[in-house]
Structure formats: structure tokens, C-alpha cells
């Protein structure tokens, strides 16, 4: 468990139902934030073993506690990928969104991984800051998500 400020960040089943309401969160903010919604009738949900060590990791953010962000983690070939990364509004500008993408960086490191890849939408611009902050460099697509605008990717070992 890595406990920072007024946050915790644990591992957390991808089914569970606090799980499932942060990525009901998650969904809801993209849908806002894109100018035609978010579509998940296009993207198969996540598979739970995808998400499970050994082949990845979930967890969350607990604040106050709820459950207050979420961050998906999956790996292959020595690559890992983050996925589904969110931290509520309420909890943004407390070092919750850096202290998730550090411990998803260090899950990466535990499954064996040496570079984390990930995506993101343009309407996203802090997501690109703190990843760009973070040493985590554009890179060509390397994937086809509609969403996506940014591709990055960073060296962990």
C-alpha cells in the first residue's frame, strides 16, 4: 500500500464493485470532456485477468474513505501499459495523480516490464503534463483507440 498526504493508493480487484464505480466515474468525466461523449459500446470492458497479476495490476485512490481515483496496469513481452488512469476532480492538485502513475510505474517494474507505454485523448491536457513531467515521451501510435491523440512511452529499468 503507498500512503501519501491524505490518499492511499492499494491494489483492488477490477471487478469489485468499488472498482466499478470509479471506472463509473472515470466514464462519466470522459463522456463530459469529449466533445461527442464517450462511446464504450465500441470498446470491449476490460478483462479482469488482463488486470491481475500476474499479467497487470489495478488500483486506487482512497480519500476520505472513498474511493477517489483508479489506474489499470497490464503487461506482455516485457511492456507494460497503463490504462483507465483517473483521479477525481475533488482530489486533483494533491500529488494523488503523480503518486498513482508512480505506483503503477513500480507494479510495472514488480511484473518484470522495462517500458510502460500508454494513450491519450487531446481534450486531456493535464493528463500530458504530468506524463511529460513524469520523463514519459511521445511516441508514434502504437495502437488504434479512436480516442486517442498522444501516445507516450518511458523507460523503467
Known amino acids: 500500500m503507498t500512503e501519501q498526504a491524505s490518499f492511499t493508493i492499494e491494489p483492488e480487484p477490477i471487478d469489485s ?13 470522459l463522456n463530459g470532456r469529449f466533445p461527442d461523449g464517450f462511446d464504450t459500446s465500441r470498446a470491449a470492458p476490460p478483462a479482469k485477468d488482463d488486470f491481475t497479476p500476474p499479467a497487470g495490476d489495478f488500483l486506487v485512490v482512497r480519500a476520505e474513505g472513498r474511493v477517489l481515483g483508479c489506474g489499470a496496469l497490464r503487461s506482455g513481452d516485457g511492456i507494460a501499459e497503463i490504462r483507465r488512469m483517473w483521479i477525481a476532480p ?18 510495472a517494474r514488480l511484473l518484470g516490464c522495462s517500458l510502460i507505454r500508454l494513450d491519450t485523448a487531446a481534450e486531456l491536457h493535464e493528463d500530458r503534463t504530468l506524463y511529460d513531467s513524469a520523463g514519459y515521451r511521445e511516441i508514434p501510435a502504437y495502437n488504434d483507440n479512436q480516442y486517442a491523440k498522444h501516445w507516450f512511452a518511458k523507460q523503467v529499468r
Open 17 to 29: 464493485p468499488e472498482a466499478q464505480l470509479a471506472l463509473g466515474r472515470y466514464i462519466e468525466e
Open 90 to 107: 475533488e482530489l486533483r492538485g494533491r500529488g494523488a495523480g503523480r503518486a498513482l502513475l508512480a505506483a503503477l510505474e513500480e507494479r
